[in-house]
């Protein structure tokens, strides 16, 4: 049984930083591409950050030179460390595993190729 747990979220002031965790049990961590992704009130789940088991990385652009991904295969975590933080980023962020080991899916965040997910953590920025 694959589980997928978050940690790290928080309220915080805009400009400041936060570290996302999220570690994983019940699947070969280092043969699975790893992603982030947020969902506001009222709006749809969008991919903010992903990396492949290859270690090659993605990032959309409204968080481009603002947020990293990172991954421990010897922790089965994967981190997102964000900096610079907006108002705007507040969201409920969520981990996930891709569908299958080895896998290359294209493009890399869209959430169809994730299917491991984690129940989320609450990242709340104030202006």
């Known amino acids: 049984q694959v589980q997928v747990v978050e940690s790290g979220g928080g309220l915080v002031q805009a400009g400041e930083s936060l570290r996302l965790s999220c570690t994983v049990s019940g699947l070969t961590f280092d043969a699975y591409g790893m992603g982030w992704f947020r969902q506001a009130p009222g709006k749809e789940r969008e991919g903010v950050s992903c990396?492949?088991?290859?270690?090659?990385?993605y990032v959309t652009d409204s968080v481009k030179g603002r947020f990293t991904i990172s991954r421990d295969n010897a922790k089965n975590t994967v981190y997102l460390q964000m900096n610079s933080l907006k108002p705007e980023d507040t969201a409920m962020y969520y981990c996930?595993?891709?569908?299958?080991?080895?896998?290359?899916?294209?493009?890399?965040?869209?959430?169809?190729?994730?299917?491991?997910w984690g129940q989320g953590t609450q990242v709340t920025v104030s202006s």
């Open positions: 990396i492949r088991w290859t270690n090659s990385t």
């Open positions: 996930a595993a891709e569908n299958h080991a080895r896998g290359y899916y294209y493009p890399p965040l869209r959430t169809s190729n994730f299917g491991y």
